[in-house]
């Protein structure tokens, strides 16, 4: 009798825990968002006090990088950006209305902010998407979410000073130009979650700060990864063939005079040389500010056998005129 006593007393607390639950029908979807977007303005930030700011909060995800261009200075990278703010116009309270505790909006309904990519190689406003077809998360509460994916292309500062072990910072540097008295930025969460190994680069950090610039007292999240490049392709393409190079140049001296190959490999050593210069001027940016050690290393053996072959066709001439 107690067991059927404890039986009938857990169904009743589960149907009073299910009867408080109501399915989201369409209409009552549709009322609610006729009813929370009633009187709304999406060009005036949404705050009941105006002189209140607005956090916007950052989520960035870097997911692959396309193309990182040494030369020319720009990363092109899939990213994935969240943005979270409140929207004091946009709540409701659910137990009065069918416990609808989330709206999916479009993008074009409500106030949004811009992101721009301030040291952009190519488009300056980050989200290029149909306002109409996008869709904006909002709870009951007035919290907002936004969320899209995105391919960017950035400048970035390159050192090649080590090359081909080097490593660079690339910075991203993201703001709404907006004054901070009206959206104050907060720092951005960072993560490489679900990245996709790239064959030439690896990912050795990334992390945020935010900066205020100087005009207009507007705020900018700076978004730092650094990029470690592969180097064994580099390494047993390029460099091993040039240190081998550098160690049969003086074989040279050790080939007999008369059989008239002295000349021509001290020519074929030269020209090698110069034709590895040719593919380094390739791969590093043409610029005076830093200088590649490695370059630096082969300027000296390319002088080192122009030298030698000039040593070559002393001792030749010095050979034939005895």
């Known amino acids: 009798m107690s067991q059927f006593r404890t039986f009938v007393f857990l169904c009743l607390i589960v149907i009073s825990f299910f009867s408080d639950i109501s399915c989201e029908d369409y209409n009552d979807v549709v009322n609610l968002t006729n ?6 303005s999406n060009s005036i930030i949404p705050r009941k006090n105006q002189s209140e700011v607005i956090k916007l909060d950052m989520e960035f995800s870097l997911k ?25 116009m946009l709540n409701w309270n659910p137990s009065t209305d069918k416990n609808i505790k989330g709206l999916n909006v479009p993008l074009s309904h409500i106030w949004t902010p811009n992101l721009y990519l301030l040291n952009c190689a190519e488009e ?29 292309t950035t400048t970035c500062a390159t050192d090649i000073t080590y090359y081909p072990n080097d490593v660079h910072r690339c910075k991203i540097h993201l703001s709404t130009l907006t004054s901070a008295a009206k959206l104050k930025m907060g720092l951005a969460k960072v993560d490489i979650i679900d990245f996709e190994t790239n064959g030439k680069w690896k990912i050795l950090g990334i992390k945020s700060e935010v900066e205020l610039l100087e005009v207009k007292n507007i705020e900018r999240v700076v978004i730092s990864i650094t990029l470690e490049r592969r180097m ?26 008369d059989s008239g190959e002295r000349m021509s490999f001290a020519m074929t050593v030269l020209l090698s040389f110069a034709v590895y210069m040719t593919l380094i001027a390739d791969k590093i940016p043409q ?4 200088t590649s050690v490695f370059c630096m290393y082969l300027i000296s053996m390319l002088t080192y056998s122009t030298l030698i072959t000039f040593a070559t066709t002393y001792s030749i001439n010095c050979h034939h005129t005895q």
């Open 35 to 40: 009813k929370v977007l009633q009187g709304y």
């Open 232 to 257: 064994l392709f580099d390494i047993i393409s390029i460099e091993f063939p040039v240190v081998f190079l550098g160690l049969v140049n003086a074989i040279v001296f050790k080939l007999p005079v």
């Open 287 to 290: 610029t005076s500010n830093r």
């Open 124 to 152: 300056f406003l980050i989200y290029k998407g149909d306002p109409n077809t996008k869709e904006v998360e909002i709870e009951s509460n007035g919290q907002t979410r936004l969320f899209f994916m995105e391919v960017l």
């Open 64 to 88: 692959a990088l396309n193309k990182f261009d040494v030369v020319d200075g720009k990363l092109t990278m899939v990213t994935a950006i969240a943005l979270k703010w409140k929207d004091d």
